[in-house]
């Protein structure tokens, strides 16, 4: 694992959008694990900007999301699948043939969840799975104490995960789905890369805890201390808790791989 501090949310969100980029130039048919909510769409705004400035090119690419609400349909607005249409794909020119979320109103979940696996594996797996944080160390909607070897499966959403979604339902809890299919922890652990963003003072006890503190189910992004090639990328506010703040920074301005972004503050 390492972990890239930037000076600002809009530093770290172009990073992100940059990487990924960057991995699409180099294959364009990669396989995309993609992610939602707030933090996630400065992403795709940085990303539809190099679409439509730079060419970055889509067309080839395939995308599987990490859950969806169970009960809500696709043009439901609170829909993950809305969600993506309107924050990425709409504004890319990928083919939404290629575009995989699970369904919510699938009538055998089970079954869904199942498929759902089958549809990553026949891809070839994903290459870069992009992942946010929830307050509790979830991510997906594998809260505490899923299993690390979970696979894609339906979950009861804790009180926690759906007060921090109530925004996005106006505000009002009692409108929060109570259930999602998640992809499981063990499933995002396959992922050639992982790549993590986190902003906000928010967000500082609870990445600390899952970059530096021990490996749990109580707190499942700890699990990605196990993967081979995570990379997390805070804002100074959301590495507010880390302890190892002077190493991260010198391996950013040190590593090969960092050189190009070196220097580059983002936008506000």
Same mark, same amino acid.
């Given at each position: 694992? +390492? ?96 575009? &995989? ?36 160390? &979830? ?50 652990? +396959? ?35 196990? &993967? ?41």
């Amino acid at each position: 694992m +390492e972990v890239i501090i930037r000076p600002n949310e809009g530093a770290a969100s172009e990073l992100v959008a940059k990487l990924i980029a960057r991995k699409l130039r180099a294959r364009p048919q990669l396989v995309l694990g993609l992610a939602t909510g707030r933090t996630m769409e400065h992403v795709y705004d940085h990303l539809s900007r190099l679409h439509r400035e730079e060419g970055l090119d889509f067309s080839l690419c395939r995308t599987f999301n990490l859950d969806e609400y169970i009960g809500l349909s696709p043009d439901d607005p609170h829909s993950y699948r809305y969600y993506m249409n309107e924050r990425l794909f709409g504004r890319v020119n990928i083919d939404l043939r290629n575009t &995989h979320l699970p369904s919510g109103l699938a009538p055998d979940l089970r079954a869904e969840c199942q498929h759902y696996e089958d549809l990553i594996r026949d891809c070839g797996g994903i290459d870069l799975q992009l992942l946010g944080i929830g307050r509790s160390g &979830h991510i997906g909607f594998n809260e505490p104490l899923s299993a690390l070897r979970s696979r894609t499966r339906d979950k009861a959403l804790t009180p926690e995960t759906i007060a921090q979604n109530a925004p996005m339902f106006g505000d009002d809890p009692a409108r929060v789905p109570r259930r999602a299919i998640t992809m499981g922890v063990g499933t995002i652990l +396959e992922s050639g890369r992982c790549i993590v963003l986190a902003t906000g003072a928010g967000k500082a006890d609870i990445v600390a805890q899952a970059v530096e503190g021990p490996i749990t189910s109580a707190i499942t992004a700890s699990a990605l201390q196990l &993967h081979a090639r995570c990379t997390v990328v805070v804002d100074e506010a959301a590495a507010g808790g880390l302890k190892g703040t002077e190493y991260y920074r010198w391996i950013f301005e040190n590593e090969p791989e960092w050189q190009e972004f070196r220097g580059q503050n983002g936008r506000d």
